[in-house]
């Protein structure tokens, strides 16, 4: 109990750091953060490290630590044209990190699959069912992230956005490439 009210403490008073690791608590020797992988048609992989929004810190601490908060049962991959922030939320994602909702076939965005998951050493990942985009268009991506709900849109007062990860390069597509995501979270000692 003494711990999630430490860790709570620290985040509601800003006493953490962004690194490009993630989110570091000094005091606690705590980092959040995780490392997201794409692949273009099943080629050329690569990583990127997370951004956890201020919004999905807040949710871990109200859902896990806490318990006060309504826990997410299903999260979803987005993919966007813009870039992340810390500030980035259900309410303002769409708009905010420019996503894309037409220019991909699959009518809502793909679950991120934790159902084959076990978390091991501090981290989760979807690798067993990765998200999947196949575009119908051509395209420039800039980034993903992981959202609480399925459609394409902004979300309602109750939905989150757990986390983002600016692309290191934009992925060019064009019509018929599948674009691949795999999301690591990983909660560790710094």
């Known amino acids: 109990m003494k711990h999630h009210r430490e860790l709570a403490r620290n985040i509601r008073n800003f006493k953490y750091e962004r690194s490009e690791h993630g989110i570091v608590v000094p005091s606690m020797g705590l ?4 490392t997201l992988t794409h692949w273009l048609n099943g080629e050329d992989p690569q990583h990127e490290e997370n951004l956890i929004t201020t919004e999905g810190l ?27 922030s810390a ?10 990190a420019s996503e894309f ?3 991909y076939d699959e009518a809502t965005r793909p679950q991120y699959d934790l159902s084959a998951a076990t ?6 990942s979807n690798s067993a069912n990765k998200a999947d985009f196949t575009f119908n268009t051509g395209a420039t ?12 849109s ?9 986390a ?14 599948v674009l691949t995501i795999q999301y690591t979270v990983t909660i560790a000692n710094s």
């Not at 949710?59 to 299903?74: C, F």
């Not at 500030?87 to 905010?96: I, K, M, Q, V």
């Not at 991506?141 to 394409?152: E, F, L, P, R």
């Open 31 to 34: 980092i959040v953060g995780g």
């Open 58 to 84: 807040n949710h871990m601490l109200e859902t896990v630590l806490d318990t006060s908060g309504t826990r997410v049962t299903q999260w979803y991959v987005a993919v966007y044209g813009g870039s992340a």
């Open 87 to 96: 500030g980035l939320t259900g309410d303002n994602f769409n708009t905010n």
């Open 101 to 103: 909702t037409t220019e």
């Open 119 to 124: 978390a091991t050493g501090g981290s989760i």
């Open 141 to 152: 991506v800039t980034g993903a992230a992981i959202v609480s709900w399925s459609s394409k």
């Open 154 to 162: 902004d979300g309602s007062g109750t939905d989150r956005c757990f």
């Open 164 to 177: 983002a990860a600016d692309f290191g390069s934009s992925r060019s597509v064009v019509d018929d490439d």
